[in-house]
């Protein structure tokens, strides 16, 4: 029993760990990379949480106001917002996309990227938890 248990301990223990900071330079260099992507995606849903706060605050205005000038001028100001949140939103999904095809892309570069590794499983995370977070 012992054995069994220093044996897959030791299995375990092999694996570079990324909370630890065990990893190589290409694997850091790598994972740099891939995180400038993922700022670039954060900043753009930053951008789009900022135009969507600000739709809503025009709307909560047209529920108050009642003059077909200002509310044809609040429309006028809400049109533009809508189509850059639309058009970011696109932005948005291309890039995770992209992103996505760069992690399978990543597993077949080298066998230090294979699927289950902890470089694979980081990308795949920060993946999936902007795309949760859009």
């Given at each position: 029993m012992n054995l069994f248990l220093s044996f897959s301990w030791n299995c375990f223990a092999r694996e570079r760990d990324l909370e630890i900071g065990q990893?190589?330079?290409t694997d850091e260099e790598n994972l740099s990379n891939f995180f400038?992507?993922?700022?670039?995606?954060?900043?753009?849903?930053?951008?789009?949480?900022?135009?969507?706060?600000?739709?809503?605050?025009?709307?909560?205005?047209?529920?108050?106001?009642?003059?077909?000038?200002?509310?044809r001028g609040l429309r006028d100001r809400m049109d533009p917002d809508m189509v850059s949140v639309l058009r970011?939103?696109?932005i948005v999904k291309e890039k995770l996309e992209a992103l996505d095809k760069s992690n399978v892309a990543n597993r077949k570069f080298s066998v230090a990227y294979a699927e289950g590794t902890v470089v694979d499983?980081?990308?795949?995370?920060?993946?999936?938890g902007l795309r949760v977070k859009t």
């Open positions: 990893l190589s330079l400038r992507e993922i700022e670039a995606v954060k900043g753009n849903n930053e951008e789009i949480t900022n135009l969507l706060i600000d739709l809503q605050n025009l709307n909560e205005e047209t529920e108050t106001t009642h003059g077909p000038k200002v509310l970011k939103a696109k499983r980081t990308r795949v995370n920060m993946t999936n």
